[in-house]
């Protein structure tokens, strides 16, 4: 069965440094997104991504996180300027549709900030 | 706001024993319901969903889920737990039309004992 496979699996980066999480989603996917889950906390919405364009993300989404999708395979979240309460698990989700076509998840990638 | 809660944070269960997570959500329309599991250092796994039609939906794993509009509510159950089903469990809404985002709750954490 496809998978939504991200690298790395766990990323650590001193505080203010660039960090870019990468994510490959399923081949006939079209709608990607990205997600955190804060270590004891709930999964929170980041971001979803269709048609080369942000179409929805969340107040946690602010001017240091940014998403491309560099080419035909990949799915990249990069925080600018990380801090500390970046720490987190970062999921990578895609889904053929929106709304009603359930999201397929990757493992995640942990990022530690130092 | 939307939201979804997950009143129970830890539940331990007997192998063989029949297991109920709760699952409740707040949201005018009807949504799009979810349960996820997440084996640990995994990512989520979908066990089921609700769109439309029969209330009562079948999933892997031997999972169901059952929705009651008037209590808001999307239990999950299973008639009998194995010890790999030890997990946490995720409840999650897509509000639908055009928003894709998922709302999880916080999780329930399932131990089995032997």
């Known amino acids: 069965e496809p998978e939504v496979t991200q690298t790395p699996s766990h990323q650590v980066t001193q505080m203010g440094q660039e960090v870019i999480l990468r994510c490959v989603p399923i081949?006939?996917?079209?709608?990607f997104y990205w997600y955190r889950q804060i270590l004891g906390q709930k999964v929170e919405f980041l971001v979803s991504?269709?048609?080369?364009?942000?179409?929805?993300k969340s107040e946690i989404f602010d001017d240091q996180f940014s998403v491309e999708r560099p080419d035909g395979s990949n799915f990249t979240l990069k925080i600018r300027s990380t801090k500390l309460e970046d720490s987190a698990m970062y999921f990578c989700?895609?889904?053929?549709?929106?709304?009603?076509?359930?999201?397929?998840f990757g493992d995640g990638t942990r990022l530690s900030i130092l | 706001a939307q939201s979804v809660t997950q009143p129970d944070i830890h539940i331990t269960v007997s192998e063989g024993a029949s297991l109920e997570l709760r699952c409740n959500y707040s949201?005018?329309?009807?949504?799009?319901l979810f349960w996820y599991v997440q084996s640990p250092g995994q990512g989520l796994q979908l066990l089921l969903k609700?769109?439309?039609?029969?209330?009562l939906v079948q999933g892997i794993k031997g999972f169901e889920a059952e929705f009651k509009r008037s209590q808001s509510s999307f239990n999950l159950r299973k008639p009998s737990v194995h010890w790999s089903d030890a997990a946490e469990y995720f409840c999650a809404v897509a509000p639908g039309g055009s928003q894709g985002n998922l709302i999880f709750g916080k999780g329930t954490k399932l131990s089995v004992k032997p």
């Open positions: 989700a895609s889904s053929r549709t929106e709304g009603h076509q359930p999201q397929h």
């Open positions: 609700y769109f439309s039609g029969d209330t």
């Open positions: 081949s006939n996917h079209l709608y």
């Open positions: 949201y005018g329309a009807t949504p799009y």
């Open positions: 991504f269709y048609n080369n364009e942000i179409s929805e």
